[in-house]
């Protein structure tokens, strides 16, 4: 009954872009709210110190929750951090709590320090009797040591990026970080996705942006383009995705039809 194809083995997603308030966290769980919804099964891993994904998904964040910091720095089981979201069933969230502000410097001197959550993730997936078909990792605004570990457990990349003024600032950095991941870290890792995020098609500015990152990008780039919309922005202070606050807004459609593209295209 899954509208989509269903992956065979999981995809691990590290949404990734070194600017903040591009639209990381937006995606990811709107995303996997719109995958969960089309039959699939999906964790999200909050590693952004703010919790933004966890807010959005209805999961307690506050300073003593079990969270992606006890599971980095302590070696906790990821199950023990995982939640079931308020969202839908068969979304399931890690939430990040603001220990994880500290966890780059922690992390620094630990042995594996940038496997870590590849040990953790691989773990918890083993264990599961039903298979979770995708993995979201919410990334903090950073190529630190965080980033680092959602490199390496990913087998993916999406980034996404804002249709504003200096929208391609820092990517040939991120795409160097790339490199150097799948050189010494994980040969595996790919950029699958880019995703233009909060278009305004009255502003000459956002059509310039779609087309040079077309340019820039070709294919990896989504058809789907996430219009800028006041209920995108409203939902996360009602603790949920908007395909729970406002299911037929022009923004859940955006968020569902990019997630049927990615589910379309399949692992890279
Ligand atoms: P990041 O995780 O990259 O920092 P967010 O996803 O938190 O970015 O988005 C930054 C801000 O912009 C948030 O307040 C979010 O609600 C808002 N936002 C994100 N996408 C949209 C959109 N398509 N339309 C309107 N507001 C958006
Ligand atoms: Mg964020």
């Not at 590290?14 to 990381?24: E, F, I, L, P, T």
């Not at 922690?106 to 590849?118: N, Q, S, T, V, Y």
């Not at 006041?230 to 603790?239: C, D, L, M, N, T």
């Amino acid at each position: 009954k899954a509208e989509h194809p269903l992956p065979t083995t999981t995809r691990v997603i590290a949404v990734v872009n070194q600017k903040g308030g591009v639209g990381k966290t937006t995606s990811a769980v709107n995303i996997a709210a719109a995958l969960v919804r089309a039959g699939a099964r999906a964790l999200v891993l909050d590693l952004d110190p703010q919790g933004n994904a966890s807010t959005a998904l209805g999961i307690p964040h506050h300073a003593d929750t079990t969270s992606t910091y006890d599971v980095l720095v302590e070696e906790i089981p990821l199950a023990d951090a995982v939640q079931q979201s308020t969202d839908s069933e068969g979304l399931q969230a890690a939430p990040s709590t603001i220990h994880l502000a500290g966890a780059d410097l922690e992390l620094a001197p630990l042995d594996r320090r940038e496997f870590r959550l590849r040990t953790a993730l691989q773990q918890y997936l083993d264990a599961q009797d039903e298979p979770v078909h995708y993995v979201f990792i919410d990334c903090p605004p950073s190529l630190g040591l965080l980033t680092i570990n959602a490199f390496a457990a990913a087998t993916e990349v999406l980034l996404p990026i804002q249709c504003e003024y200096y929208a391609l600032e820092g990517v040939t950095q991120l795409l160097d970080t790339i490199e150097r991941i799948k050189a010494h870290v994980n040969p595996a890792l790919a950029l699958s996705t880019v995703l233009l995020t909060m278009y305004d098609g009255r502003t000459l500015l956002s059509r310039q942006v779609v087309d040079e990152v077309r340019t820039h990008f070709g294919d990896v780039a989504l058809q789907t383009i996430i219009p800028r919309t006041v209920r995108i922005s409203e939902a996360p202070g009602f603790g949920q995705t908007v395909l729970a606050y406002d299911p037929n807004s022009p923004g859940a459609l955006a968020y569902r039809e990019a997630a049927a593209e990615i589910a379309q295209r399949g692992a890279p």
